[in-house]
């Protein structure tokens, strides 16, 4: 069975720090591009940081470049986001979410989200 399951949300003030987690399990990790969106009611999902399988290239939406980091440790099956500088819009459920593209498709998991609030 497939699983992604995030952790480490949660109540932090602005300026804070936090670091999001998230295990996988039920299929070959180190293949997956993995990353981190999130979604905050009556908006759509967006994306927010991502890592590739293959070379470690990372990618940040503008919103997070230069607070928010995306990490994987295959050998152990987890991703992070490290989130400093926390601002009240970071206020979101976080989702994780691994992707790997085959010649005319793409599979896709999901974690079951976690809420990060920023507020003081």
């Known amino acids: 069975e497939v699983q992604l399951q995030a952790s480490g949300g949660g109540l932090v003030q602005p300026g804070g720090s936090l670091r999001l987690s998230c295990a996988a399990s039920?299929?070959?990790?180190?293949?997956?591009?993995i990353g981190w969106f999130r979604q905050t009611p009556g908006k759509e999902r967006e994306f927010v940081a991502a890592?590739?399988?293959?070379?470690?290239?990372?990618y940040s939406a503008n919103s997070v470049k230069g607070r928010f980091a995306v990490s994987r440790d295959n050998a152990k099956g987890i991703m992070h986001l490290q989130m400093s500088n926390l601002k009240p819009e970071d206020t979101a459920v976080y989702y994780c979410?691994?992707?790997?593209?085959?010649?005319?498709?793409?599979?896709?998991?999901w974690g079951q989200g976690t809420q990060v609030t920023v507020s003081s």
């Open positions: 039920g299929f070959t990790f180190s293949t997956y591009a």
């Open positions: 979410h691994a992707r790997k593209r085959y010649i005319g498709r793409k599979v896709d998991y």
């Open positions: 890592i590739s399988w293959s070379d470690g290239i990372t």
